[in-house]
């Protein structure tokens, strides 16, 4: 449904500025990946992406009274161009009447100013008009419009709410598919202090794959990602000296995440997220969605992996691995970050609630067993590791989860220890960039970028998990 309406929408809106072959490679850019037909599930999670991230214009009206007050003059021809030319040399500027725009909000001073000048009911539609140009030209690739970034994913009720991930492709052992699992053709990219893209990381390692697959970590604190907007975001450093254990991108010369999604797609506007893999040979992003590569990992790179008998992901377990991934994932994982960036009260109430819930299940459930789906390490395992080795480094202070640490949840801590001790795990957790990520890249939790002085744990220290597989 949104596939169909949403061009027809904005060509509606549009003005003849617009040209068709940029309508085309905006409507194309709204297709649904293949595997919608594949799965249901995603495809709610698609319809959802689309419609938050390319929303149709008439969900943006604002009241016309919002510029009735300012003084009006007659609209010449020359002050429409002016306008126009604003437009195309202050982006940052023209942001700010976007984001005015979409918000429901009067513009801001410049733009009075400008609008001030013509009759109000042509401010109104000069108003709508340039909003309506530059987000769809930014659609379309023609302008920089600044990408995304977590922060911004907050509803009007104070919530985060994360947007769904948008490259969607599986990597197959069909060595007929679009993308086959060949030796040497993707690459990583991933960010050492992200949780999502650290699971991968762990799955490379627990299937050797770090030979078939390299992978890149970018530099851990945000930073500006182009001169012409404010957006921050992930950056490679210039060299690998800059911060121990990121790297200059090796393959395609790039100082930005946000600049590969844009090889990939030159009408990308949402999040310019990690991990991302990607494949050389196309040079395109295959997939964004951590939990889609880990399964590809587990199941479809076997004929090269140097551990392609362990299954993470067996099917006697996968009713349970998916019912604790659903418990896991949105209170847990997805649960400190609501807590982080929730903007009222409420929300957060809400969200520290269900974590804490949810952990007391866990830690119930540790109470019984040595891994959450049973005495063997899974899918499920990895995906709850992730988040509770920055618990209390970091979610414990920066998001606000001080109810109880996780030191307090004596299987919890120990299980963390076990998963953190197997072979090749304590490689992907790099804590030096976790804290400096946080604590530096979230101005409007933490301005002055101070990295608190505790706890350091010792993840090496002994623990008694051993005893539920006697
Ligand atoms: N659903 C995605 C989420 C990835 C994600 O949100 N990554 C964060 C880092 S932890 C990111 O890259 N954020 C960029 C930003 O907020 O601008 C996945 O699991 O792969």
């Given at each position: 449904?949104?596939?169909?309406?949403?061009?027809?929408?904005?060509?509606?809106?549009?003005?003849?500025?617009?040209?068709?072959?940029?309508?085309?490679?905006?409507?194309?850019?709204?297709?649904?990946?293949?595997?919608?037909?594949?799965?249901?599930?995603?495809?709610?999670?698609?319809?959802?992406?689309?419609?938050?991230?390319?929303?149709?214009?008439?969900?943006?009206?604002?009241?016309?009274?919002?510029?009735?007050?300012?003084?009006?003059?007659?609209?010449?021809?020359?002050?429409?161009?002016?306008?126009?030319?604003?437009?195309?040399?202050?982006?940052?500027?023209?942001?700010?009447?976007?984001?005015?725009?979409?918000?429901?909000?009067?513009?801001?001073?410049?733009?009075?100013?400008?609008?001030?000048?013509?009759?109000?009911?042509?401010?109104?539609?000069?108003?709508?008009?340039?909003?309506?140009?530059?987000?769809?030209?930014?659609?379309?690739?023609?302008?920089?419009?600044?990408?995304?970034?977590?922060?911004?994913?907050v509803t009007d009720s104070g919530a985060?709410?994360?947007?769904?991930?948008?490259?969607?492709?599986?990597?197959?052992?069909?060595?007929?598919?679009?993308?086959?699992?060949?030796?040497?053709?993707?690459?990583?990219?991933?960010?050492?202090?992200?949780?999502?893209?650290?699971?991968?990381?762990?799955?490379?390692?627990?299937?050797?794959?770090?030979?078939?697959?390299?992978?890149?970590?970018?530099?851990?604190?945000?930073?500006?990602?182009?001169?012409?907007?404010?957006?921050?975001?992930?950056?490679?450093?210039?060299?690998?000296?800059?911060?121990?254990?990121?790297?200059?991108?090796?393959?395609?010369?790039?100082?930005?995440?946000?600049?590969?999604?844009?090889?990939?797609?030159?009408?990308?506007?949402?999040?310019?997220?990690?991990?991302?893999?990607?494949?050389?040979?196309?040079?395109?992003?295959?997939?964004?969605?951590?939990?889609?590569?880990?399964?590809?990992?587990?199941?479809?790179?076997?004929?090269?992996?140097?551990?392609?008998?362990?299954?993470?992901?067996?099917?006697?377990?996968?009713?349970?691995?998916?019912?604790?991934?659903?418990?896991?994932?949105?209170?847990?994982?997805?649960?400190?970050?609501?807590?982080?960036?929730a903007k009222k009260q409420e929300p957060y109430d809400e969200?520290?609630?269900?974590?804490?819930?949810?952990?007391?299940?866990?830690?119930?459930?540790?109470?019984?067993?040595?891994?959450?789906?049973?005495?063997?390490?899974?899918?499920?395992?990895?995906?709850?590791?992730?988040?509770?080795?920055?618990?209390?480094?970091?979610?414990?202070?920066?998001?606000?989860?001080?109810?109880?640490?996780?030191?307090?949840?004596?299987?919890?801590?120990?299980?963390?220890?076990?998963?953190?001790?197997?072979?090749?795990?304590?490689?992907?957790?790099?804590?030096?960039?976790?804290?400096?990520?946080?604590?530096?890249?979230?101005?409007?939790?933490?301005?002055?970028?101070?990295?608190?002085?505790?706890?350091?744990?010792?993840?090496?220290?002994?623990?008694?998990?051993?005893?539920?597989?006697?």
């Amino acid at each position: 449904m949104v596939r169909s309406s949403l061009p027809s929408q904005r060509h509606a809106e549009l003005n003849s500025q617009v040209s068709e072959s940029a309508i085309r490679r905006e409507a194309h850019s709204h297709l649904p990946p293949s595997c919608c037909q594949a799965n249901a599930r995603h495809c709610a999670h698609h319809a959802k992406t689309y419609s938050t991230q390319q929303p149709p214009l008439q969900n943006h009206e604002i009241p016309r009274s919002h510029l009735r007050p300012f003084p009006t003059f007659r609209a010449t021809p020359v002050l429409l161009a002016t306008g126009a030319s604003h437009l195309a040399a202050f982006p940052p500027r023209f942001r700010a009447l976007q984001h005015c725009y979409n918000n429901k909000l009067p513009p801001p001073p410049l733009w009075v100013g400008m609008l001030g000048l013509v009759p109000s009911s042509s401010s109104y539609l000069l108003y709508r008009r340039l909003a309506a140009v530059r987000t769809f030209s930014a659609a379309a690739g023609s302008v920089n419009m600044a990408a995304r970034s977590a922060l911004d994913e907050v509803t009007d009720s104070g919530a985060f709410d994360r947007s769904p991930s948008t490259f969607r492709n599986f990597v197959s052992r069909d060595s007929s598919a679009r993308f086959p699992a060949v030796p040497g053709r993707y690459h990583l990219y991933v960010s050492y202090a992200c949780p999502w893209a650290s699971r991968c990381l762990a799955y490379l390692k627990l299937k050797g794959l770090d030979n078939a697959i390299s992978f890149t970590s970018v530099k851990p604190i945000f930073e500006r990602t182009r001169e012409t907007d404010d957006h921050l975001g992930w950056v490679f450093p210039a060299t690998g000296d800059e911060d121990p254990g990121a790297d200059p991108d090796p393959f395609n010369g790039v100082k930005t995440v946000r600049e590969l999604y844009e090889i990939a797609s030159t009408s990308y506007t949402g999040k310019p997220t990690v991990p991302v893999l990607w494949d050389k040979q196309l040079k395109t992003v295959v997939n964004n969605e951590s939990s889609e590569i880990i399964r590809m990992f587990n199941s479809e790179f076997n004929e090269i992996a140097e551990n392609p008998g362990l299954d993470l992901n067996p099917p006697h377990l996968q009713a349970s691995i998916d019912e604790v991934n659903d418990l896991v994932y949105d209170a847990i994982n997805n649960g400190v970050y609501k807590c982080g960036f929730a903007k009222k009260q409420e929300p957060y109430d809400e969200a520290v609630r269900n974590l804490y819930e949810a952990l007391d299940k866990c830690e119930e459930i540790l109470s019984k067993q040595r891994y959450m789906c049973g005495n063997q390490l899974t899918e499920a395992d990895i995906r709850l590791f992730v988040t509770l080795i920055r618990f209390d480094e970091v979610y414990a202070v920066h998001f606000k989860c001080n109810k109880k640490l996780l030191r307090e949840y004596p299987n919890l801590f120990n299980y963390t220890k076990d998963i953190y001790q197997i072979p090749g795990i304590s490689s992907t957790v790099n804590m030096e960039h976790i804290r400096k990520h946080y604590y530096g890249s979230h101005p409007s939790i933490n301005p002055y970028r101070i990295v608190p002085a505790g706890p350091n744990i010792d993840y090496n220290a002994t623990h008694d998990r051993e005893k539920y597989s006697l």
